[in-house]
């Protein structure tokens, strides 16, 4: 938990001392995740909890790069025995920590369209092995103008070569991202974003099990951005 939020820290004050990049933005911000249980090791109830990170994001020119990690707590009650001669079913609390660390470089096609790779790697502890997954990711983002100080931004993603901690392959996996920039000063933005997360997991048995795990990831902070104020499409 601790060495998450630390790596990013150390990697924002690295990057913030360098004088060739044209804009670096730091982040703070809360987390809201959901973890919608279809895995066969979360199966059952959702588990939901909050969190916090930090993020860093530098633009040269056409090309950006974006770093991000958080820890989120998520707990969840599930039925524990049978029934008793009330007909109440005991419960038991079950929680657990996700920590993830994701890298997105990204390079500008044109004013409001950037391709995109990205690498993500989620840990949990303790350590429930069928959920921890890194995968690499490819994709699209697209940032537009609503005024001088709010930005409405994009992303859809292809999610591949996944590994998981316990047994199992995707065949497939998708990301879809909304977000929005509100500046309140030169320097200061209010930020927010939604994520869902798919891997169709498979588990290799003599007949498949399909096992998918589905993420939903919401944040929201603010932004300090150093050098220029405000971003430039029209940029070489």
């Known amino acids: 938990m601790i060495r998450v939020l630390a790596s990013t820290a150390v990697a924002i004050c690295a990057v913030v001392g360098t ?7 730091a982040d703070a911000f809360g987390v809201f995740m959901a973890d919608r249980a279809t895995g066969i090791v979360s199966a059952g109830p959702s588990a939901q909890g909050p969190g916090g990170g930090l993020g860093i994001d530098v633009r040269f020119g ?37 920590s993830q660390f994701e890298l997105r470089a990204r390079y500008r096609v044109i004013a409001t369209i950037e391709a995109e790779l990205s690498v993500t790697s989620r840990r949990l502890s303790p350590d429930f092995n069928g959920e921890e997954v ?67 997991r498979e588990l290799a048995q003599p007949t498949p099990i399909n096992t998918p795990l589905e993420y939903d990831i919401v944040r929201v902070g603010i932004s300090y951005r150093f050098g220029t104020s405000q971003r430039n499409r029209d940029e070489p």
């Open 19 to 25: 004088s060739h990049a044209q804009v670096v933005r």
């Open 62 to 98: 056409r090309f950006g790069f974006w770093g991000s990690g958080f820890v989120s707590n998520l707990s969840r009650t599930v039925p524990n025995g049978v029934p008793d001669t009330t007909g109440t079913i005991p419960t038991l609390t079950e929680s657990w920590t996700i």
């Open 134 to 200: 890194g995968f690499f990711g490819f994709g699209i983002f697209s940032e537009f103008p609503l005024s001088s100080n709010a930005i409405l931004w994009g992303r859809l993603g292809y999610l591949t070569g996944a590994r998981f901690g316990g047994s199992g392959r995707s065949s497939f996996g998708a990301e879809v991202e909304l977000g929005f920039d509100f500046a309140i000063s030169t320097k200061l933005a209010l930020t927010g974003r939604y994520q869902f997360q798919r891997l169709n």
